[in-house]
């Protein structure tokens, strides 16, 4: 590779790349590497390396807590969530996007409005609403809420797929005498699967981190979720100083999302170039 | 075969009745407590202990949620939603703010009446009056038990103070001189750090207390003239927090302008600085930290001269049970509460949680003798900010916590700071009753 | 009658009235139930929080006092509030340039790699802050920025830049923390968006630039942001609308533990209204109050997002 002086603002920001990449992976070494030490230690050598690496911490932490619980809790609700709100999703991107019909635009910006608005504007009366017909702290409820405070996104991102797609094909499927779902289900389906995947592979992640919803309507231990449960954790945990254990926790909760992230992540990244890449 | 078959099932018939009717009978009764603790804390051990031997005494169920913190934020939708919840329990600071102002506890006066389980006394008679008087109100009621006692008070370590022939001081120009030494052997005198709120606002209100006395702060916050700020009084308050900040006597640790917990405690307890004001959890907090050759001592907010405040008074900060209002089981609730009232349960309380307990005879834990000494002297006890922050919420963060800051920061002296306070309390009512 | 329309992408075009009955079945039954949950859920709700506003309520039991929009006028004069509404235009101002002006950076070197393997790495780390908790990651960056042991600090000893040490959590620099942290984790969200954006774009519209020998800065510069016009927008309408509703982040963010609540410097308005609503240690507990502030955040979003996509969205996709 020849240095070429032109191309030195590449190199700049390749350094720049570098360390805030750097950054990021130092940063989570540092969590993983203090989870090991006492909260003596923690404090008083911030680069050390622990004296012993002993697994006290994660015993202690996992011992006195339900982790596996919470996780099996998240994994249920995002994971029905996701895929309902995808089904809910396709087809009505579909049909703002592509099929003008009269109102379609009002309904469209009425969801893109929609993604703007906090969840702390609504949760009270959603809550009465909620209890009344008694899903309060439980699974099934929560999965409501997160599949229909998830369609504003999910529609506004689907219909940006969809639009990149030709209409040819179904100009094509129209004149051979299909019906709209079956030009729907055979045709654009196919063709916006990488946008779908990568749709639901954001909501996803950002269900699985969600915990204002959950903080509001679980109550109980039994049906938290993992980011309610990390929650509780830190607070607990404050309250007795135990900063090591602290640590374990969050590397504990950590972890798994981004084992979990990165076998995902691939598809992910495939998906949105494939699908945006389709000039 | 008909026959038979019929005796079968009338039999069946029959026993599946009784059956029935013995677990109707059986079905007992029960109260719903939502607690502060979280599972696992050593607070939620002792409790959960005496829930199960409470069933098991009574015949009864306690329907527990272990919620956390934040509980009583959690109730408040339930409420709404006209769930029955019969108890919680919090600090008297957050029960009075929250559910007493918002109506919905009931007055706890009768359980002082009632007499505690397996034992010959009243509640009333075995708790130290202190763990609740400041928070009777002026009609007599009262909105909770306390089970659990808290005070706050200048920490240091003793072996440090020993090795540079310190003595704890009592008055401020002893507090100064001991500053004095600590900064000689490169200790900051104080911990602190400006950020969290909760040690902004000890300073000031406790200014007010030793200068003004209880309840002045209380009052003047709730004045929209303003006038009570006038009293020239305010005025040495504001010299004393100057006299804290980098730009008066320098007592703040390093860099407390921007350290947030648990940097201060940390500092403190690992030697940076000598004494640190927090409450009698610190022990619990820090001990981990702390080392071996580490001693925990306390003395109260120095005294002043001339001054109208009670020199003894020390702040009581107590965590007890709160009934709801609308409580379909407050009976059995109350019977709970005088139950863990119980000296076995005191004693456990200490022993695990290293807490105080407001039960009379029982011995603090180690680490708060010094402490329960300071409330055992003490002529009158005064709440946490002078109640200030469960009265006047909203004049608390926007007007006394932001001047709080200004002066510890050294940016306006003591006579701007009285000044401050009565135009910025003139406006804030203003702006509240347009 | 069905309009044929070029805007904003291709649609599908109708003839005649067999077309119009075959879609009208597909179209209602895709949108109906999703429209009815829509407003039930989410539109409801913001009517009964209007309805809530305009009462003096704690939320605690059923005691509502009717005062039309006093609280709304007493919004105005709430400096606290004021100062939040301030600090989420800061966030939607700065934080918009910050990330955009980072994130091109990076999607100019990152379109340049000739691994595929690498970009998606990279891309990969970037993203993970959005994979994790909002409140571990608040308490890390406050673990970082902490002013006598906190990584930042310390790295800047090690490598001798100590005049460059700060109070990093104090009111001068806590709001610049603050959006360090959002800036961290967005970048890693947009630079998805940005990378595919610009992959797309045909090497053959490169060619000619080439030839002419022209630096791959340059190429980026004058061939590859302007056709990625749209999504730069999107990022924008985007970043503005999440930068209002951010609330994990914040809530925890310098608050240091249970102990207090987020200082006013960080809060934007979301914060600010559940901290009002339901206060952490400083039981504020104005229910009502809290929805108006509410319903003053949601007018902000909506006029903020429709002035965006008007004055910038030209709502023409370049052809190529």
């Known amino acids: 590779m020849k240095f070429k002086i032109s191309e030195i603002p590449k190199y700049l920001i390749n350094l720049f790349l570098i360390l805030w990449i750097g950054f990021t992976v130092f940063m989570f070494l540092w969590l993983i590497i203090s989870s090991f030490k006492s909260t003596r230690e923690i404090y ?137 779902t079956q030009s729907f289900i055979r045709i654009m389906l196919p063709m916006a699967r990488s946008g779908i995947i990568s749709a639901g592979i954001f909501v996803f992640v950002m269900l699985w981190k969600e915990f204002l919803l959950a903080l509001v309507f679980i109550s109980t231990e039994s049906y938290s979720t993992i980011s309610l449960g990390l929650y509780s954790l830190i607070t607990k945990l404050t309250y007795t100083g135990d900063w090591g254990g602290l640590f374990a926790g969050v590397v504990l909760v950590i972890l798994p999302s981004i084992i979990f992230y990165s076998i995902l992540a691939r598809k992910f990244i495939a998906g949105l170039t494939v699908g945006i890449g389709k000039g | 075969m008909f026959k038979k078959s019929n005796l079968l099932l009338s039999i069946t018939l029959m026993v599946g009745l009784l059956l029935l009717s013995s677990t109707m009978v059986m079905a007992n009764e029960s109260f719903t407590y939502w607690s502060m603790w979280e599972k696992g804390e050593p607070q939620q051990k002792v409790l959960e202990q005496a829930i199960k031997d409470f069933e098991e005494q009574f015949d009864v ?116 001189e001991m500053s004095e030494i600590l900064k000689d052997n490169n200790i900051d005198p ?86 640190f004001y927090c409450g009698t959890w610190i022990p619990v907090e820090t001990r981990e930290a702390a080392g071996e050759n580490f001693e925990y001592g306390a003395f109260k907010f120095p005294t002043f001269e001339d001054a109208d405040g009670d020199p003894t008074a020390v702040e009581t900060y107590p965590i007890g049970f709160s009934v709801l209002k609308d409580a379909e089981n407050a009976d059995l609730a109350k019977k709970f509460v005088a139950f863990f009232l119980q000296e076995k349960y005191a004693k456990q309380w200490v022993e695990v949680t290293k807490n105080m307990t407001p039960r009379a005879g029982v011995e603090a834990p180690a680490e708060l003798a010094d402490a329960k000494k300071l409330l055992d002297n003490a002529n009158s006890t005064f709440r946490l900010y002078d109640g200030v922050q469960a009265d006047q919420p909203e004049w608390y ?27 910025e309390t003139i406006k804030f009512w203003e702006n509240k009753n347009n | ?89 800061k966030y ?89 942290l959002l800036v961290w984790i967005h970048v890693g969200f947009f630079i998805i968006m940005y990378v595919a954006a610009a992959d797309r774009i045909p090497p053959s519209l490169y060619e000619s630039a080439q030839l002419d020998g022209a630096t791959t800065w340059k190429q980026f510069t004058k061939i590859t942001v302007p056709l990625m016009k749209d999504v730069i927008e999107t990022s924008m309408v985007l970043w503005t ?62 006029i903020l997002v429709y002035v965006i996509r008007k004055l910038i969205m030209s709502g023409e996709t370049i052809e190529y």
């Open chain 3, 92 to 180: 939607v101002f700065f934080g918009s340039i910050i990330i955009i002006v980072i994130t091109l950076l990076f999607t100019y070197v990152i379109t340049n790699y000739k691994s595929k393997k690498l970009k998606d790495l990279v891309q990969m780390i970037l993203f993970v802050p959005n994979t994790i908790s909002p409140v571990a990651l608040a308490l890390l960056w406050g673990f970082i920025l902490n002013t006598r042991w906190g990584l930042l600090n310390g790295l800047l000893g090690k490598l001798g830049l100590d005049f460059l040490q700060r109070g990093w959590l104090g009111d001068q620099y806590i709001f610049g923390a603050a959006l360090s």
């Open chain 2, 397 to 423: 963060a926007s007007v006394f916590l932001p001047l709080a800051s200004e002066v510890l920061l050294g940016e306006i002296n003591g006579e701007e700071y009285a000044e401050k306070m009565r135009t």
């Open chain 1, 44 to 180: 008083m050598g911030v680069w050390a390396l622990p004296k012993t690496f002993g697994f006290d911490n994660y015993i202690r932490v996992l011992t006195d807590f339900g982790l596996l619980r919470f996780m099996l809790n998240s994994v249920i609700v995002v994971t029905i969530s996701t895929l309902l709100v995808l089904v809910l999703s396709a087809p009505i991107a579909y049909s703002l996007s592509k099929l003008r019909f009269p109102g379609s635009s009002f309904v469209s910006m009425s969801f893109i409005i929609g993604i703007g608005i906090p969840i702390q504007t609504i949760f009270i009366p959603l809550y009465i609403m909620i209890s009344k017909i008694s899903l309060t702290d439980s699974l099934v409820g929560l999965t409501i809420l997160y599949t229909v405070t998830s369609l504003p996104f999910t529609i506004y991102l689907l219909m940006g797929f969809f639009k990149t797609i030709p209409s040819t094909l179904e100009d094509a499927a129209r004149i051979d005498g299909a019906t709209a």
């Open chain 3, 1 to 89: 009658m069905f309009i044929k329309t070029k805007k904003g992408g291709q649609s599908v075009r109708y003839n005649n009235k067999i077309d119009r009955k075959r879609y009208k079945k597909f179209i209602l039954v895709s949108t109906i139930p999703v429209v009815s949950f829509y407003v039930i859920f989410m539109i409801y709700p913001i009517l009964q929080t209007l309805y809530y506003s305009l009462f003096r309520w704690s939320g605690f039991s059923r005691d509502m006092e009717f005062i039309l929009l006093r609280n709304y006028n007493e919004l105005m004069t709430d400096s606290m509030f004021l100062q939040t509404v301030w600090n989420s235009f």
């Open chain 2, 61 to 176: 169920t306690v329907n527990v949620n272990w919620a956390g913190r934040d509980v009583v934020t959690a109730l408040k939708p339930r409420f709404l939603s006209g769930e029955n919840i019969d108890m919680t329990d919090q600090s008297g600071e957050e029960l009075y703010g929250g559910l007493v102002a918002g109506g919905v506890a009931a007055t706890m006066n009768d359980v002082l009446e009632m007499s505690v389980p397996n034992e010959d006394a009243t509640v009333g008679d075995v708790l130290i009056p202190e763990s609740y008087d400041a928070y009777v109100r002026e009609d007599g009621s009262l909105y909770i038990i306390p089970y659990n006692f808290i005070t706050s008070v200048f920490w240091y370590d003793k072996v440090l103070f020993n090795d540079l022939g310190i003595e704890a001081p009592e008055t401020w120009d002893e507090f100064l």
């Open chain 2, 190 to 275: 104080v911990a602190f750090g400006i950020q969290t709120d909760v040690y902004r606002g000890y300073f000031p209100y406790h200014a007010a207390e030793r200068i003004l006395g209880k309840n002045a702060l209380n009052n003047a916050a709730s004045d929209p003239t303003g006038e009570a700020f006038e009293d020239p009084r305010w005025e040495r308050v504001g010299d004393i927090l100057y006299q804290f900040s980098k730009e008066g006597k320098d007592l703040l640790m390093q860099g407390y302008e921007s350290s947030v917990y648990p940097a201060p405690q940390m500092d403190w307890v690992m030697g940076m600085a000598g004494t």
């Open chain 3, 241 to 302: 609308i999440f930068s209002f509703k951010i609330f994990g982040y914040l809530y925890v963010f310098g608050a240091g533990g249970a102990g207090s609540d987020a200082p006013v410097a960080v809060r934007n308005i979301s914060v600010h209204l559940f901290l009002t609503a339901f206060g952490k240690r400083t039981p504020i507990n104005r229910l009502a109050y809290a929805s108006s502030m509410a319903i003053v955040l949601l007018i902000l979003v909506a």
